[in-house]
């Protein structure tokens, strides 16, 4: 069995996946706070097959990445590692599930980091309906420089964050 390993980052619940609007993030709060929405669609099939992928973890396995043990269905506290391909390398991201919201006009999942990660932070995808019947797709992120070994490659991390950030926004179409 694998041994847990400690969560890094300090502030878990900041990216507020059931909110709306996103409240401010405190300025005792470290790193970069990030949002993006898309429209992905329109209407109650759009919806209905979006929120199944978006808890499937489409977003992410969508984009590039693999987890392991699985793309089981999200549960707060629920411990995995993202597996992010980049070129011949595999980059593990241990993480975990902080939020995952079921509602008639609000899916999300919210998960933090864990040691070993290449960043400090949080990410949730969020999805919701509009009153005019658009599905939109959100992403809030906090991302912070990891302690220890990763730290110097942050401004790289950064680079690929918003690379991803694109592919996300386009995951769920």
């Known amino acids: 069995m694998a041994r847990a390993r400690e969560v890094t980052w300090d502030h878990p619940g900041v990216t507020a996946p059931a909110s709306d609007p996103w409240p401010v993030v405190p300025k005792e709060v470290p790193g970069r706070v990030a949002t993006a929405s898309r429209v992905i669609g329109n209407g109650e099939e759009c919806w209905t097959r979006a929120s199944a992928d978006l808890l499937g973890w489409s977003v ?3 984009s590039g990445f693999s ?4 793309t089981g269905p999200p549960a707060p506290g629920q411990e995995l590692t993202i597996i992010a391909r ?4 595999r980059v593990r991201e241990p993480a975990q599930v902080l939020e995952v919201v079921r509602g008639e006009d609000r899916v999300a999942l919210s998960y933090t980091t864990r040691q070993g990660h290449p960043v400090r932070g949080e990410e949730a995808f969020i999805l919701h309906r509009a009153r005019d019947g658009a599905v939109v797709l959100t992403l809030r992120t906090v991302t912070a420089a990891a302690r220890g070994r990763y730290r110097p490659l942050f401004p790289v991390a950064l680079v690929l964050q918003q690379i991803y950030r694109r592919r996300y926004l386009r995951a769920l179409r």
Request: charged share 20%; no cysteine; net charge positive.
């Open 60 to 62: 992410k396995t969508r």
């Open 67 to 70: 987890l392991a043990p699985g």
């Open 86 to 89: 980049l070129g011949p390398l």
